[in-house]
């Protein structure tokens, strides 16, 4: 058990190791990389801005009550502008992707595998390699840093509707609370970071759907793996950004 | 305007397209080829007979360079198969076409863009413009018959249509060899003879050399010139048709009854 884990691993950096490789080498795929880039960031704006609209929302109705109890309710603005970008909205933007961009590229890869399309690729003058993966993981490593800079914009209207539900907070006093609160050392690692949580949900999508077998049992195995492996990744890259910043003094 | 290989054959190209040299392969310790010798000559259909899991697909794969040998050589058209570089195995690869045995049409694209994708791809010609390339595709799909199907998707076409559509997509860049990997597996017997017809006029209209693996006897009676019985990982026994179907080996005979 043990050791296949650690076999996992190993053949997790070697694909990940040929990334690096094929994607300094011509020849580029630049259209399909446009196309990936839509679909990934298009198609999943719509789950990704009502998630981040609703955790705003709620998240500032369940914080509200406790704050009231301190008479601290003016700062409510500040303290759900500081979670929301810093945390919930790229790790929930993150998640999201993981489930619907690495299930999507799991699946659809590993159902290329196991009907030779991908070896159709190879013969027909194309690195399958390059044009599925390389592709595919360069857009969502794009993709999901914008799409959470969305989420972290809706997630805050979001917070102030929330504000304003059992209390009186002015379009103008809340964003200028949330600007006054956000600096630099909140917003640039929380972007970083997605960049990374972007990264590994597509080459772990990639990787799980390059070596599927097993027919359809085996992409469906690749889809369900794509998303709990990269789902656990996503939380272990935030884990250790955290302490990297900690480390930094920038918490 | 012709931008694809347009063949002829040649007085000086080599009598044997395809040469096959104490070819191994294992996975594991399963010795699938197992010191397999075979030549194809030009214009000859030369099917591959043998049972499920005897290892027929994995030769055709060694053939394209998909796998790589273990041991042994693969000469295609005059180059060792199991040196080329990338590149130059896209050049070979030109010159020899693949029907996969699922059809292997990329779901998301139209038959137009499956067509044209190995035309793109290989680079054949750079200055192949869009009128070029709607002729041959437009050609390609006339000669399976089926050029009404152009923009639609693969999922809309029956099994056979499928198949028709992999040997156009195969045929568009008018390989010299083609290897065929079980062409009637999963069709019915009326369409299984079709493909087989089909498959023996394309062969006399662009005078291409082919290996056909096959499980199928009324395809293979069609199509073969010669048969190849692969059993244990080696050439156990070749022949015509006629010449097998009445072999005493009791491991041939079994094929034909």
């Known amino acids: ?251 | 305007m012709a931008t694809v290989n347009e063949h002829t054959p040649n007085s000086n190209a080599p009598e044997e397209v395809i040469k096959i040299n104490d070819l191994h392969k294992a996975f594991g310790d399963n010795k699938v080829i197992n010191g397999f010798n075979f030549n194809l000559k030009r214009g000859e259909n030369a099917v591959v007979l043998g049972k499920s899991g005897s290892g027929k697909s994995v030769l055709i794969k060694l053939i394209i360079g998909l796998m790589k040998p273990d041991q042994g050589s693969i000469e295609v058209l005059g180059d060792k198969v199991e040196t080329l570089s990338t590149s130059e195995l896209d050049k070979m690869r030109v010159k020899v076409g693949f029907l996969f045995q699922s059809n292997a049409l990329y779901d998301s694209m139209t038959i137009r863009e499956n067509l044209e994708f190995p035309l793109r791809r290989h680079w054949i010609k750079k200055s192949t413009n869009k009128n070029e390339v709607d002729n041959l595709v437009m050609e390609a799909l006339t000669n399976v018959g089926l050029p009404h199907t152009v923009d639609m998707m693969p999922s809309e076409l029956s099994g056979g249509m499928r198949k028709r559509i992999a040997l156009a997509r195969t045929l568009i860049l008018k390989p010299e060899i083609i290897l065929y990997d079980e062409p009637t597996t999963g069709l019915d017997p009326i369409t299984g003879k079709e493909i087989s017809h089909l498959m023996l006029d394309l062969q006399k209209k662009y005078n291409t050399s082919s290996i056909i693996i096959s499980h199928d006897i009324n395809c293979v009676k069609i199509v073969a010139n010669r048969i190849v019985m692969l059993i244990d990982g080696k050439c156990y026994a070749t022949g015509t048709y006629d010449e097998l179907e009445h072999s005493t080996d009791l491991r041939v005979k079994q094929f034909f009854e």
Request: with cysteine; net charge neutral; aromatic share 12%.
């Open chain 1, 1 to 251: 058990m043990i050791k296949n884990i650690f076999i996992e691993i190993g053949l997790i950096a070697r694909f990940t190791g040929r990334f690096f490789i094929e994607v300094f080498k011509p020849r580029f795929e630049f259209n399909e990389f446009l196309r990936q880039c839509f679909y990934i960031g298009n198609k999943s704006f719509p789950l990704v801005a009502i998630t981040a609209f609703i955790m705003g929302l709620v998240i500032t109705m369940q914080s509200r009550p406790t704050l009231v109890e301190f008479g601290a309710q003016a700062w409510l603005p500040k303290m759900i502008s500081v979670s929301l970008v810093r945390e919930i909205a790229p790790v929930i933007t993150a998640l999201i992707c993981a489930g619907k961009i690495g299930s999507g590229i799991g699946a659809e890869l590993g159902s290329m595998k196991v009907t030779e399309q991908i070896d159709a690729m190879d013969v027909s003058g194309t690195n399958p390699y390059k044009f599925l993966v390389v592709t595919r993981v360069m857009a969502t490593t794009l993709m999901i840093p914008i799409l959470a800079i969305l989420a972290d914009t809706i997630s805050l209207y979001g917070g102030y509707l929330g504000c304003n539900i059992h209390g009186v907070v002015s379009w103008d006093l809340f964003w200028n609370q949330v600007f006054d609160t956000l600096v630099y050392a909140d917003v640039l690692p929380s972007i970083l970071k997605t960049f990374f949580f972007g990264f590994i949900i597509g080459i772990i999508g990639c990787y799980q759907g390059f070596n599927s077998s097993k027919g359809t049992e085996g992409v469906g195995q690749s889809a369900n793996s794509a998303v709990v492996i990269s789902s656990l990744l996503v939380f272990i890259i935030d884990l250790l950004a955290v302490q990297i910043t900690d480390a930094l003094n920038l918490n």
